[in-house]
């Protein structure tokens, strides 16, 4: 009676670990009504607005939709580290073929493109759209008419050190004074003198919704010295797309013109009330361009 009471427990027990793994594994394999894997881990690049923008536009359509999205920020290298391991499903702002060449080359064969969804990003200098100079190299015999000075963001950004390197030289304006420091005191220096109706030049890049917030515009710079026009990317872990083919699917059709994320950035990281929390703001920018919205999910 003991062997045979054991015997039966034993099976009872193995029975109730089996079913308890297999609750286990259905739990972490939970799928949304279209197939796709439930729970989608999205990296966002630290302090890079349009990463921002676009992750939580995505994250605010696709928790309609059932999943279970988790925003995790993180300094470049990481996020492709993280992608490369696993760790992480998607980011969405690869900048190519230039800013982030070196880090594709190192982790391109375990990773995975999802395409490009804006190609007008770039590094800029712009001033108030009166201004009474269209190019760089008006500048320099215009200086007097900006103070004198160039207004710069972080010191250690690739922006800055293109400024000091590239520009500077390159139109000969090294008797401007380049004031580096942070970019929101940049974008305040820009606010103030917009609102006063005075000239200044400041160093920006393309996305920002200081276009869509400020009366500016790009000098020309006919040598070159920005560089070129990037693309924006999306990027997933290998097997993404045999997780979250219907995700895979619209990521890959993901197109956003700069109008738009000019738009979305301003009602984010511009509005009265700073926040870390931009639900609500997406939500109501999602109201007024329901149609665009309602046409990345078709």
Same mark, same amino acid.
């Given at each position: 009676?003991?062997?045979k %009471? ?7 027990a193995?029975?109730? @670990?089996g ?7 259905n739990?972490? #394999?939970?799928? &949304? *009504?279209?197939g796709?894997? =439930?729970?989608?881990t999205?990296?966002?690049f630290?302090?890079? *607005? ?8 995505w ?5 309609? =939709?059932?999943? $279970?999205?988790? @925003?995790e ?11 490369s ?7 969405? $702002?690869?900048w ?5 060449a070196?880090?594709l080359?190192?982790?391109?064969? +375990?990773?995975?493109? @999802? ?22 190299d008006e ?10 000075k ?5 010191? #250690?950004?690739?922006?800055? +050190?293109?400024?000091?390197e ?10 401007m ?15 103030? #003198?917009?609102? +006063?109706?005075?000239?200044? &030049? ?7 919704w200081a ?8 000098? =020309? ?7 070129? #026009? /990037?693309?924006l990317?999306?990027y997933?872990?290998l097997?993404?797309?045999? $997780? %979250?083919? =219907?995700?895979?699917?619209w990521?890959?059709? %993901?197109?956003?013109?700069? /109008? ?13 009330e700073?926040t870390?929390d931009y ?6 920018w ?9 046409? @990345?999910?078709?």
């Open positions: 009676m003991n062997k %009471f054991m015997s039966v427990a034993a099976i009872a193995t029975m109730a @670990l079913l308890s793994a297999c609750g286990s594994g739990e972490a #394999a939970a799928t &949304v *009504d279209n796709d894997k =439930k729970d989608v999205i990296a966002v630290n302090g890079w *607005d349009e990463g921002i923008a676009a992750s939580e536009l994250k605010s359509i696709l928790d309609e =939709k059932g999943y $279970d999205v988790t @925003l920020n993180a300094d470049v290298a990481p996020v492709f580290s993280g992608l391991s696993g760790d992480y499903d998607l980011t969405l $702002d690869t190519l073929p230039i800013t982030h070196s880090l080359e190192e982790y391109g064969d +375990k990773i995975t493109e @999802l395409g490009q969804w804006n190609s007008e990003a770039s590094l800029t200098i712009a001033v108030n759209e009166d201004a009474p100079i269209d190019s760089l500048l320099a015999a215009n200086a007097d008419k900006f103070n004198n160039i207004i710069g963001i972080e010191p #250690a950004a690739g922006l800055t +050190k293109a400024t000091t590239e520009v500077i030289p390159g139109y000969g304006l090294e008797k004074e380049y004031i580096t420091s942070s970019t929101p005191a940049m974008l305040s220096e820009l606010k103030t #003198a917009t609102t +006063k109706g005075e000239n200044i &030049v400041v160093t920006l890049w393309r996305p920002h276009y869509d917030a400020f009366p500016i515009k790009d000098l =020309k710079d006919p040598k070159g010295t920005l560089g070129d #026009a /990037e693309g990317y999306g997933s872990r097997g993404f797309e045999t $997780d %979250f083919p =219907k995700l895979a699917g990521l890959q059709d %993901f197109k956003m013109d700069s /109008e738009k994320l000019y738009s979305l950035e301003n009602a984010m990281f511009n509005g009265e700073k870390d639900t609500e703001v997406v939500k109501t999602i109201g007024e361009n329901q149609e665009y919205v309602d046409s @990345l999910t078709p």
